[in-house]
């Protein structure tokens, strides 16, 4: 099989990103250009922004992506993109303009799903380091800011399938940790700053009551029905879903309770003053109980996560996971992973640092077994904010 070269483009949230990927097994090229700066002063990801700021970048990080690879428009052999989920509007910054390449340049055009890119960014990874041998089923936790959803991952002949087992009821748990952040005046996005002062705090000082998932998920279905329409309903195993709406008011019922008012509203103007706070700058603006809550918070998330994903690992037998998204970059997440698959005997595989948030290398990953399979979008698909992965 000759050597395949994907350039794969993401828009779909506030990063706008371009790869050279060699046939899903080698990154030659990755350029990601985040809007960080454009959204802080406005504590989360405006919309709006996010599209006019992927318009100016578009064209620039595909050309620095080619260019970085010692590639060039004509040299590639397919344009990969993002159709959803996401914001709508940043999804057809990268559609327009990746449709618009393809079109120029009589090159096939392909169509992946956000969610499966993230998967891919492990297989990426894994390949890249000449492990080919992974052995299956597949459970893949996806944690972002927009998702925490378990996928039981398949390769058969015709490519690669998958199935929902789980998905947060409300609030991502990377939306988790952002709101929280935002509550503490500790800026955004509140992943990072929340995974540095943590180590300094107590993990064990307060003490969250465990998420009650009482009701049937009902989330945009009339008739009720799980959300996901790819679990069949006459599978009668448990699901495990998320919920993460529940931990964040406590939060916020612990600062008013606790009167941490006046502090959090001075160390959100101390940040917000700093381009670049460091973590000494964030230690300089956190007493005690403020480390204490925040080290509490993330050992909270973390359990959770770990122990319904590993209770879905042995529910479904599976033989390895995965645990991706912008969320996986998180420390005592990855540790406490490592820590416990390997008491259980399961292999655990993240994505490094840079390819664990959102990238176009896992877009164009993700689009090489759809190239071999002639899997091309027609010129006039469009964006999918709701795109569901199956
Ligand atoms: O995958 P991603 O880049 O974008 C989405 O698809 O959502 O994930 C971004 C999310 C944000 O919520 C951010 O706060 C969170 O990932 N995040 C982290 C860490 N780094 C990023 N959460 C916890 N710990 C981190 N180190
Ligand atoms: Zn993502």
Known sequence: MPDVYILGIESSCDETAAAVVRS??????????SQIATHQPYGG???????????????PVVRQALAEAGHTYDSVDAIAVTRGPGLAG???????????????????????????????????EERQKGNHELEFPVLALVVS??????????????????????????????????????????????????????????????KFPPAQIKHRDRRGRKDGRALEPDVSLDDQRPRFDFSYSGIK???????????????????RKALASMPKPKVEDYLA??????????????????????????????????????????????????QTFEQEG???GLPVYFPS????????????????????AKEFAPMDFSAEAGLVLR
């Open 353 to 372: 640092l840079p390819l664990s948030t959102d990238n176009a290398a896992m877009i164009a990953a993700a689009a090489y077994p759809k190239f071999l």
């Open 45 to 59: 990801v405006v919309p709006e922004l996010a599209s006019r700021e992927h318009l100016r970048a578009i064209v």
């Open 342 to 344: 390997a008491e259980e």
């Open 145 to 206: 800011g927009g998702h925490t959803h378990l996928y039981l991952a398949e390769q058969k002949k015709e490519g690669w399938t998958y199935r929902n087992i789980g998905h947060t009821r409300d609030d991502a748990a990377g939306e988790a940790f952002d709101k929280v952040a935002k509550l503490l005046g500790l800026g955004y996005p509140g992943g990072p700053a929340i995974d540095r002062l943590a180590p300094h705090g107590d993990p064990e000082a307060v």
């Open 90 to 124: 940043s999804l057809l910054v990268g559609i327009s303009y990746a449709k618009a390449l393809a079109f120029a340049l009589d090159k096939p055009l392909i169509a992946v799903n956000h969610l499966e890119g993230h998967i891919h960014a492990v297989l990426l």
């Open 249 to 267: 008011t406590a939060i916020l019922r612990y600062v008013e309770t606790h009167e941490m008012g006046a502090a959090v509203e001075a160390r």
């Open 24 to 33: 899903g097994e080698e990154l030659i090229s990755n350029v990601v250009a």
């Open 285 to 334: 603006n956190c007493d005690k109980p403020t480390l204490d809550l925040v080290a509490s918070f993330q050992r909270a998330m973390v359990e959770d996560l770990v122990e319904k994903t590993l209770a879905a690992a042995r529910a479904y037998d599976v033989a390895t996971l995965f645990v991706t998204g912008g969320v996986a970059a998180n420390n005592e997440l990855r």
